[in-house]
């Protein structure tokens, strides 16, 4: 089952005026690539978030599944330049490399940032998993030139974008990454361990990487007894996502990875469940990852307003 990546835009009281970060939505699962009828609505690719400003090339969270479908949405008749900034190099977040289009063609460009991995290094790292008898096609058979760089604790700059990350709890090193570009803050974190020991303390660096951001995408992949049986997998539930959120005074909160196992009708009673939790927090805001869904932060200031529920359903899109 394929998806379009021709959704729809919310800006809600963030938009109008003049428009200048727009976040779109290409994969949102977590785990394994799930597209079934079940999750028509939400979509069922893997990680990849793309930030675009005007004048500005690309930042893409993640290169999971649903890289392809950003890809066939750009033109095919210029080469491509952007950066990717990748959390970890489990397979749902890399994944879709080889299917990217634009790198496909002679004269693309792709600069990947990644947390340095044990024993090698980033490049090192993808060309392991990019070669048979896992995989017909190697890096260097690719027509675009893809550089990898490994994150520091420094924070870096990308065109006008200044860009910094973070380890987060997870299984294995993992990124999460904090963009401000003209005016506004998108904090992209995908997996995070909720303490297993349930003191459900936030980890200091994690609250700093998301202070006053004006959107969070946040791993949510559990309920709370899903969360039971799989508190050392790496992921969170719901609840926890709401407390980063507002603990670190969030302006939206975008749930995000979520589980294979979740159709759609779970997934709109765990959006329920966020945002009846955000009452009276900080978190003006609760939406939840959908492909091809777009939000756009404009260049308003700080409003205590919410959007009702009901502007937030997903709208269904074409297959």
């Given at each position: 089952m394929e998806r379009s990546t021709r959704g729809r835009s919310i800006g809600g009281p963030f938009s109008g005026g003049s428009v200048l970060v727009k976040v779109t939505f290409y994969g949102v699962r977590g785990s394994t690539p799930c597209p079934c009828e079940p999750n028509r609505r939400y979509g069922g690719n893997t990680a990849c978030v793309v930030v675009d400003a005007p004048g500005s090339e690309p930042l893409v969270f993640d290169l999971g599944t649903g890289l392809r479908f950003w890809g066939e949405s750009l033109p095919a008749n210029q080469p491509f330049h952007g950066t990717?900034?990748?959390?970890?190099?489990?397979?749902?977040?890399?994944?879709?490399?080889?299917?990217?289009?634009?790198?496909?063609?002679?004269?693309?460009?792709?600069?990947?940032?990644?947390?340095?991995?044990?024993g090698g290094t980033v490049a090192e790292a993808f060309s392991g998993f990019m070669r048979p008898p896992y995989f017909p096609v190697r890096?260097?058979?690719?027509?675009?030139?893809?550089?990898?760089?490994?994150?520091?604790?420094?924070?870096?700059?990308?065109?006008?974008?200044?860009?910094?990350?973070?380890?987060?709890?997870?299984?294995?090193?993992?990124?999460?990454?904090?963009?401000?570009?003209?005016?506004?803050?998108?904090?992209?974190?995908?997996?995070?361990?909720?303490?297993?020991?349930?003191?459900?303390?936030?980890?200091?660096?994690?609250?700093?990487?998301?202070r006053d951001a004006d959107l969070?995408?946040?791993?949510?992949?559990?309920?709370?007894?899903?969360?039971?049986?799989?508190?050392?997998w790496g992921?969170?539930?719901?609840?926890?996502?709401?407390?980063?959120?507002?603990?670190?005074?969030?302006?939206r909160l975008a749930l995000f990875h979520h589980d294979p196992?979740?159709?759609?009708a779970t997934i709109d009673a765990l959006a329920a469940h966020a945002r009846s939790l955000a009452v009276g927090t900080p978190v003006e805001e609760v939406l939840i990852a959908t492909e091809g869904l777009t939000v756009v932060l404009g260049a308003e200031p700080?409003?205590?307003g919410r959007v009702p529920a009901e502007a937030l359903r997903p709208t269904p899109v074409a297959h």
């Amino acid at each position: 089952m394929e998806r379009s990546t021709r959704g729809r835009s919310i800006g809600g009281p963030f938009s109008g005026g003049s428009v200048l970060v727009k976040v779109t939505f290409y994969g949102v699962r977590g785990s394994t690539p799930c597209p079934c009828e079940p999750n028509r609505r939400y979509g069922g690719n893997t990680a990849c978030v793309v930030v675009d400003a005007p004048g500005s090339e690309p930042l893409v969270f993640d290169l999971g599944t649903g890289l392809r479908f950003w890809g066939e949405s750009l033109p095919a008749n210029q080469p491509f330049h952007g950066t990717a900034l990748v959390t970890h190099l489990h397979w749902d977040h890399v994944q879709g490399l080889p299917f990217f289009p634009p790198i496909l063609r002679p004269g693309s460009h792709l600069d990947v940032y990644a947390p340095p991995q044990e024993g090698g290094t980033v490049a090192e790292a993808f060309s392991g998993f990019m070669r048979p008898p896992y995989f017909p096609v190697r890096i260097v058979d690719l027509l675009g030139d893809v550089t990898f760089r490994e994150t520091g604790a420094a924070p870096f700059r990308v065109g006008r974008a200044e860009v910094r990350a973070a380890l987060v709890p997870h299984v294995g090193d993992t990124n999460g990454y904090r963009v401000e570009i003209d005016g506004r803050v998108i904090v992209y974190i995908s997996d995070h361990q909720e303490p297993a020991d349930g003191s459900r303390t936030v980890a200091p660096e994690v609250i700093e990487l998301c202070r006053d951001a004006d959107l969070l995408i946040h791993d949510a992949q559990y309920t709370p007894e899903e969360f039971a049986l799989k508190a050392t997998w790496g992921h969170c539930t719901v609840d926890f996502a709401v407390q980063v959120a507002a603990e670190a005074g969030v302006r939206r909160l975008a749930l995000f990875h979520h589980d294979p196992s979740h159709d759609d009708a779970t997934i709109d009673a765990l959006a329920a469940h966020a945002r009846s939790l955000a009452v009276g927090t900080p978190v003006e805001e609760v939406l939840i990852a959908t492909e091809g869904l777009t939000v756009v932060l404009g260049a308003e200031p700080r409003t205590n307003g919410r959007v009702p529920a009901e502007a937030l359903r997903p709208t269904p899109v074409a297959h």
